[in-house]
């Protein structure tokens, strides 16, 4: 199997794997200091959706750390089809769920006067943290599409 | 090339880019009847992304009709590649719009009282309308993996 950008088990996989998990935790902890979050479904989406993308992340980026250590290839078509499949469903997830809130935080911010008539509710707090939704969603899809091209350049 | 199910130039092939085109016809027709859709950047969003999908699938199937008609073989790298990036592109489009239209509807009918407060905006429409985008997005989907596939086993 080839060794591109964005592998498993290099230090370019793991930076890629770490911007993932660091910018789908700091989605979630600017969702949870956000002012009145709880009541909109598309919010606490966009954390449940968030923490599951951190939490694949962040063991992939567990798993290149100790690919690097012990020098293993992580190259295996079992392993990379799985890597494919968790990328795949968890990028679609994370698109789902920054797109639901975007609509929300559009709806809020543009469509209506809410923020404005509401400035206690965190209007620009919901923005920043659907952008980092947005920033992790384009990490995934990148290992996403380099995971899918190592399996089929097999 | 291998021909499966959904292929192009193909019965099967051209029943799925019809069914795409149908629903995503549908989910604009539905929006567009209902009342005070346009002040929401979501559902107007969701009408141009819908409309991006429903002229590629028809285009797509008047080639499958084409195809069927002359028996020409449209299984060329070339013409399947143009057919994977377009479907994966319109795919991401319309779970896009169809998960920022189903966020504001959630927001209207669970989050908050807008459609019991509200009764002469067409709650029920905006959730028909939001169900037949992720219908046509699914289809898009099986469409986008079937060409992919084609395109890798070849």
Redesign the interface.
């Known amino acids: 199997m080839k060794v591109v950008f964005g592998s498993p088990g290099t230090w370019s996989g793991l930076l890629l794997r770490t911007g993932q998990w660091v910018f789908a935790g700091a989605s979630i902890a600017v969702m949870l200091s956000a002012f009145g979050f709880s009541?909109?479904?598309?919010f606490c989406y966009l954390i449940a959706s968030m923490g599951l993308q951190a939490l694949w992340s962040f063991g992939l980026a567990c798993l290149d750390i100790y690919a690097l250590k012990v020098s293993r290839d992580l190259h295996n078509p079992l392993l990379v089809s799985l890597f494919v499949v968790g990328d795949w469903v968890t990028a679609?997830l994370s698109?789902?769920?920054a797109?639901?809130?975007?609509?929300?935080a559009?709806?809020f911010v543009?469509?209506t006067n809410f923020c404005t008539a509401f400035p206690q509710f965190s209007c620009g707090r919901y923005q920043i943290s659907t952008a980092m939704a947005f920033v992790t969603w384009l990490l995934v899809t990148v290992s996403a599409l380099v995971m899918f091209w190592i399996l089929?350049s097999d």
Request: net charge neutral; with cysteine.
């Open positions: 009541s909109y479904t598309a679609t698109l789902a769920a797109c639901s809130s975007a609509g929300v559009v709806l543009r469509d089929t």
